[in-house]
């Protein structure tokens, strides 16, 4: 028999450990956006590259996944086009479709890393890591602004296209001077106010705060650490010179 | 004293505040990096747009270590984001320069903060070092970019330049800081921010 709010816990908690993700995006970050790692490691990559998108359709995030695998299509499609278009064009597929492949698959996973943690959870995960506060409470604290930046930035945006201040319809410095600067505006006046919510809830304070968030490793992140470890093993191997396949 | 300088919890908010609006615009910035003639001109570009944020945030520096947390956590999120683990030195190096810079004006000097946001500045050439360390494994890696695009950054980019990159930071730097201070003047401090 379990109390209610310990079950609505249990069905909150997300598939994976915050660490895992992070892990994750940290390899992903190396080697399929820094291209780290030579002929050896492209199965690898290959297989890396379907895992953020697998993770998307666990968490049952339907819109981001269709939107990333648009865009991942996009970049293989111009790739695929790019021999037969003419001169200029031939290269601007190429580097779109290069930069496409190489990136949407990073900040797919980025994406997922955002959406699906919690900002508790995350300072939990943080906190099992013994990361010093000083680094733990400012990027949390980015964590949850940078989706409201850019709600903020998209409505500063609208706002003065309708009085003709945007890129093409003004100068550059009036974009800038427009656009910038209630946005850094808004988004200090929102970040005081978070800031005084997060210190009434003992953020900071001198005492370890309690966190009713479950995280912690169960099956699925051992397999997925194994594989990070995995990864890691074959481009150090191939580092030394050791060939697999 | 030394309980006044310990750092706390708004602070490191405000670090957080701050660092979200500088990475958000130094992100933007960087996709332009992709077109070739760019990839010289971040190093102009992100100091100067970046130095209205970090201007605002110096106004709310008054204890050491904050300028240094607020690089490191630059350094953090290049690495998360795949520019390698270069950046962090560098941000380690120009962290601490910044910090000792604003420090020596007492965290209330305005010519040191525009100084010490040149310092800083000096950070985003740790996102060049890649290239100049390992000139040959840079262009390697990217060969799915394309021969011209290659061609195209070989050209930008001779050995010479990484000299020059890293002095564009600092004098970027110092202009960013001078027009974050303008902005400050005529925005900020009349809607009560500064």
Redesign the interface.
């Known amino acids: 028999m379990t109390y209610s709010s310990e079950r609505s816990r249990e069905e909150r908690r997300g598939f994976l450990d915050p660490r895992t993700k992070l892990a994750l995006v940290l390899i992903l970050a190396l080697f399929v956006m820094g291209g780290l790692g030579g002929d050896q490691l492209k199965p690898i990559k290959t297989v890396l590259s379907a895992l953020p998108f697998l993770l998307l359709l666990i968490e049952r995030q339907w819109g981001r996944f269709a939107r990333g695998a648009a865009m991942l299509a996009a970049g293989y499609g111009l790739l695929f086009l790019m021999p037969f278009l003419p001169g200029v064009l031939n290269y601007i597929a190429l580097l779109c479709g290069g930069v496409l492949t190489r990136f949407v698959v990073t900040v797919v996973m980025g994406e997922y890393l955002i959406a699906t943690t919690s900002v508790s959870e995350f300072i939990s995960a943080m906190e099992r890591l013994h990361m010093p506060q000083a680094i733990t409470i400012p990027m949390s604290v980015m964590f949850r602004l940078f989706p409201t930046i850019g709600a903020e930035w998209r409505s500063i945006r609208r706002a003065m296209a309708m009085r003709g201040i945007s890129f093409g319809g003004a100068k550059a410095t009036q974009v800038l001077e427009y656009q910038l600067v209630p946005m850094m505006t808004s988004t200090v006046r929102i970040g005081e106010e978070l800031s005084a919510s997060a210190l009434t809830r003992g953020l900071g304070g001198p005492m370890r705060r309690t966190n009713i968030c479950r995280i912690g490793f169960r099956a699925q992140d051992c397999i997925l650490f194994a594989g990070c470890l995995f990864v890691i093993a074959v481009w150090i191997m191939e580092l030394c010179g050791v060939k697999l396949w | 004293m030394k309980s006044e300088n310990k ?4 602070d ?10 500088y ?3 130094l992100f933007a910035v960087a996709m332009l990096g ?1 077109i070739p003639v760019f990839l010289p001109l971040l190093s102009v570009i992100v100091p100067i ?1 970046g130095g ?2 970090f201007m ?1 945030f110096l106004t709310k520096v008054k204890k050491p ?1 904050m300028i240094l ?2 690089a ?2 630059m350094g ?1 999120l290049m ?6 683990p270069w950046p962090l030195l560098t941000c380690a190096i120009a962290g601490v320069l910044a910090e000792l810079c604003f420090r020596s004006g007492e965290y209330r000097s305005a010519k040191k903060a525009v100084l010490s946001y040149g310092l800083f500045s000096m950070w985003i050439f740790g996102n060049y070092l890649p290239l100049f360390t390992d000139y040959e494994g840079y262009f390697a ?2 060969a ?3 021969q ?2 290659i061609d195209a950054v070989q050209k930008l980019m001779p050995l010479w330049m990484a000299p020059v990159l890293l002095v564009a930071c600092f004098v970027c730097g110092l202009i960013g800081g001078l027009l974050g201070r303008a ?1 400050l003047k005529k ?2 401090e009349k ?1 009560g ?1 500064a």
Request: without cysteine; positive net charge; hydrophobic residues 60%.
């Open positions: 750092l706390k919890g708004r490191l908010i405000n670090i957080g505040i701050y660092g979200a609006i990475f958000v615009i992709m747009l209205i944020p605002l270590g947390i607020m490191m956590i953090i690495l998360l984001t795949g520019m390698g890696q990217r799915d970019y394309g011209a695009y902005l925005h900020f809607a921010l």
